[in-house]
DNA sequence: ATATTTCGTAGACATTTGTCTACGTTTTTT
DNA sequence: AAAAAACGTAGACAAATGTCTACGAAATAT
């Protein structure tokens, strides 16, 4: 079966019934982004937000010193985008690209408006992930103030250890919010214990 | 009218009629909160969300070495609460205590259910709110992790002036994640410039 | 197969931020 | 009105984290 259709039963209480699904189906570009390729740049709207099939990417902020700071890690059964301009329609200061070759569904703020009249199951994926999403963000931030890099860090591991083995370290050190150096750093003082 | 009525009015494209309003009003709990009496304590499971009609409150988590860090300020207008523990019945890790004296409207897990069924745009509202909520706490992480303590208290006063007369410097340092001493130092040197 | 890039680590040093103590002012409580 | 608590600031020092350079190993591109 479709990935997409797998993960809305998985998440929604009702479903799509199979001759929907089609239509449904319909309002999503098939799209597939190599390595490296952008799906959204600094500056740009976020015409689409993405369902990802298969691949991994990052969404990043760029500051003046020309630093990336990772924003957020996506794999699959992830969505990739940017709310705040999706829904604004305002320029994004955020680049968003493919860390592995990708291959994706590609939805418009509109095609989310009448999915979500159309298909109750789609609507309450939507508010769960928001739900979801909420959630986590907030431990994010709890995590970002209260903890010391380490600590940060141990939590990572703990929460997210389907990211460990896609992303690289210094990548990871960003999302923390701190250098490569410092978590290799880290790593050293925790190993020794 | 009513603040919440007021609030529902501001936010939903629809409305509530006036008569129905007291049915959706009846949902509610109406309380005061002194200042430094608690809504949630770290343990609990939080049962209620509360509308603030009146008054400043803070949700803040308290580290091994005791030392409070404050995750929310939340003032008239805002809905306090911890929304993991609300949601999913957990014990919460969050306090969350009246700064101000507080008059606040608490509802339930069951009740939020039954307005969203019964009042579309209740429904509407909290989809609002959640959108608006994450894209909130996305700046906030990009924050976070990318800005100096300097320029995340400058980000903090452009964006959230109303906070600066109800909450002293050292609450507001602890939101942005550093200590008293340190938003102190920040001041005295951006003050020079 | 070779060259190039990416990646993780290391160490020396700089900068930022935290810790602690102290003090004067303001606010709150008694 | 007096006492106590809360608040903001300051300075000395400590700890955490960042910056930079270098190097070898691994992965990737040519």
Known sequence: MHPL???IK??????ISEEDFD??????????????????EDGEICKYFAFIVKGAMRKYYIDEKGIEHIVNLYIENWWAGDRESFVMSTPSIYHIDAWEDCEVLLITRESVLELTQQFPAFNELLLKLDERNNIATQRRITSSISFTAEKRY????DCHPYFLHRFPQHIIASYLGITKDTLSQVRRKAFKK
């Open 5 to 7: 259709f797998n993960y």
């Open 10 to 15: 998985e998440y929604a209480s009702t479903s």
């Open 154 to 157: 141990a939590d990572f591991v």
């Open 23 to 40: 239509i449904f189906l319909s309002h999503f570009i098939k799209k597939k982004i190599r390595k490296k390729q952008y799906l959204l």
